[in-house]
């Protein structure tokens, strides 16, 4: 086994055991991350076969289709992280008056509360 192939191993294992500490997974998401898993440590004990994966999907080489499936799956994160912020913003926003509508205080009265 070549030196490249034990480093990728071992952070997939590191990737793999950090993704997996979190207690607050969905079995749907811990079954999701097992199979990317796998799937990435067959390609890579085994790499020949995303070339033999890629020639049928019409692919040039391997990496390419590695290449490819990865910018979409950032892709897909991106996307999601990006829903997630923007409802986060809203509730946010939402508690932040809630907090205002609940606590009046005119800015002179603030002020005055200070200096005692």
């Keep these: 086994m ?3 192939k034990i480093i990728l191993l071992v952070l997939l294992l590191i990737v793999l055991r950090a993704f997996l500490v979190q207690k607050s997974l969905v079995w749907i ?3 999701v991350a097992f199979l990317m898993f796998f799937a990435l440590l067959t390609l ?3 790499p020949d076969i995303s070339t033999s994966i890629a020639n049928k ?3 040039g ?3 390419d289709l ?3 499936f990865s910018h979409l799956f950032l892709l897909f994160l991106i996307v999601g992280l990006w829903r997630r912020s923007t409802i986060l913003m809203a509730i946010v926003t939402r508690l932040s008056r809630t907090i205002a509508l609940q606590n009046p205080n005119k800015p ?3 002020k005055d ?3 005692d």
């Design 113 to 115: 509360k200070r200096e």
């Design 2 to 4: 070549t030196p490249i």
């Design 57 to 59: 999907i019409g692919v």
């Design 66 to 68: 590695v290449f490819y």
């Design 44 to 46: 890579v004990i085994f």
């Design 29 to 31: 998401k811990r079954a």
């Design 61 to 63: 080489r391997g990496v």
């Design 108 to 110: 002179c009265e603030a």
